[in-house]
């Protein structure tokens, strides 16, 4: 893919989601695009196809000044330099297909990073879910918030090395998982068993849930 740095392209993400932009750079496990006003920060596992942009494709996308990327050149990119490099910048990240997240990264771990939302508060993101991710490049803020709205340490939790143990630290707690996509995601952890984790809902049903399909966990 190094050849075609450069080069305009349309990109097919998890989702049927659609990134248009100028291939930037090109990493073990990432790639980066210039879309005209910010760099998106792509993981290879969720790039579905991608092809050239034709001369009227290009045509359209409206470009800014091309601001300097939060990596070095000088170093082979990948998702976890990156992370750690946005780590306290605000960031826009993807995680569903439906809605962005706004915040900063707290924590990196094995398996998942710590995220703080303004409107979610601390959040647990699985980094295999990890669509995109947009690093703020001006001195915009979140909601046009202040910083005294914006802790550096929001939260006193410790936090585990894997997602799994993570989740499984939250048992008794009320939790939302997937930005509460459906009501079958909110609810009380009751147990993990077998990579399922059970949650009693607002009814005092239990339902199973696949570890493996959680992408993101905060309290209520």
């Known amino acids: 893919m190094k050849e075609n740095i450069g080069k305009y392209i349309k990109i097919e993400i998890s989702g049927k989601k659609f990134l248009n932009g100028k291939l930037i ?3 073990s496990d990432l790639w980066v695009i210039f ?3 910010d760099y998106l920060y792509i993981p290879t596992i969720h790039i579905q196809n991608w092809q050239i942009l034709k001369q009227d494709e290009i045509d359209e ?3 800014t000044d091309e601001p300097e990327p939060i990596y070095n050149h000088n170093e082979e990119i990948s998702l976890r330099k990156t992370l750690t490099s946005a780590k306290g910048i605000f960031t826009e990240i993807y995680v569903t297909s439906k809605q962005a997240l706004h915040g900063y990264i707290i924590s990196i771990m094995n398996n998942y ?4 939302s303004p409107i979610y508060k601390t959040m647990f993101i699985s980094l295999s879910h990890l669509k995109w991710l ?3 490049t001006n001195n915009q803020r979140p909601y046009g918030l202040s910083n005294s709205s914006l802790p550096v340490n929001p939260s006193n939790i410790t936090f585990a090395r894997s997602f799994e143990v993570q989740i499984e630290k939250l048992i008794g707690e009320l939790i939302v998982f997937n930005i509460g996509e459906n009501e079958n995601v909110m609810g009380r952890i009751q ?3 077998n990579n399922f984790v059970e949650l009693i809902t607002a009814k005092e049903e239990p339902i199973y849930l696949n570890l493996q399909h959680i ?3 905060h309290m209520t």
């Open 215 to 217: 992408k993101t966990v």
């Open 191 to 193: 147990a993990i068993k």
């Open 25 to 27: 750079d090109v990493g």
């Open 134 to 136: 947009i690093p703020y």
């Open 61 to 63: 996308i409206t470009f």
């Open 113 to 116: 990073f710590v995220f703080y």
């Open 35 to 37: 879309n005209g006003i």
